[in-house]
């Protein structure tokens, strides 16, 4: 994605931004939606709906935290007159965390919360008992 200003000298170089990781979390959600029972009962899909637009949201934030560290950071002495360094490191922090966990833990946390059939919990095998932890037999 090129970010392009008016006050940039026509002859400079357009800095552009790495759009991929918009498409990796998306991809993931959908798998993960796949791969679910019972993704066509009316809950999953209403899920997937929802959870499609709070990944669209936070893509929009992700762009806004993108382009904002990218002025705060590479932009030179514009960059330290404009941004202080407290900005500087906010929006560098929620960029970089953004590409790193939060376009692959997303998809997760939507698929968690919206789209995995209700009563997903593993349910314990017939027989099964607590164990003790320290490996000894209780007394009396």
Same mark, same amino acid.
């Given at each position: 994605? &090129?970010?392009?200003?008016?006050?940039? /000298?026509? =002859?400079?170089? #357009? !800095?552009?931004?790495?759009?991929?990781?918009?498409?990796?979390?998306?991809? %993931?959600? %959908?798998?993960?939606?796949?791969?679910?029972?019972?993704?066509?009962?009316?809950?999953?899909?209403?899920? %997937?709906?929802?959870?499609?637009?709070?990944?669209? @949201?936070?893509?929009? *934030? *992700?762009?806004?935290? @993108? &382009?904002?560290?990218?002025?705060?950071?590479?932009?030179?002495?514009?960059? =330290?007159?404009?941004?202080?360094? &407290? *900005?500087?490191?906010?929006?560098?922090?929620?960029?970089?965390?953004?590409?790193? @966990?939060?376009?692959?833990?997303? !998809?997760?946390?939507?698929?968690?919360?919206?789209? #995995? /059939? *209700?009563?997903?919990?593993? /349910?314990? /095998?017939?027989?099964?008992?607590?164990?003790? !932890?320290?490996?000894?037999?209780?007394?009396?």
């Amino acid at each position: 994605m &090129v970010v392009d200003r008016a006050d940039f /000298p026509s =002859t400079s170089d #357009r !800095p552009a931004l790495p759009a991929d990781d918009l498409t990796f979390d998306v991809i %993931l959600l %959908l798998t993960l939606a796949a791969a679910t029972k019972g993704l066509f009962r009316d809950r999953a899909m209403k899920g %997937l709906g929802i959870s499609l637009l709070v990944l669209f @949201a936070l893509h929009v *934030a *992700a762009l806004v935290a @993108a &382009v904002e560290s990218f002025y705060a950071m590479q932009m030179g002495a514009w960059s =330290t007159a404009t941004y202080g360094p &407290v *900005a500087r490191n906010v929006w560098s922090t929620a960029s970089h965390f953004w590409r790193l @966990a939060g376009c692959f833990a997303a !998809p997760f946390v939507l698929w968690w919360a919206f789209i #995995r /059939p *209700a009563g997903a919990d593993v /349910p314990k /095998p017939d027989g099964a008992r607590k164990s003790n !932890p320290f490996g000894r037999k209780k007394k009396g």
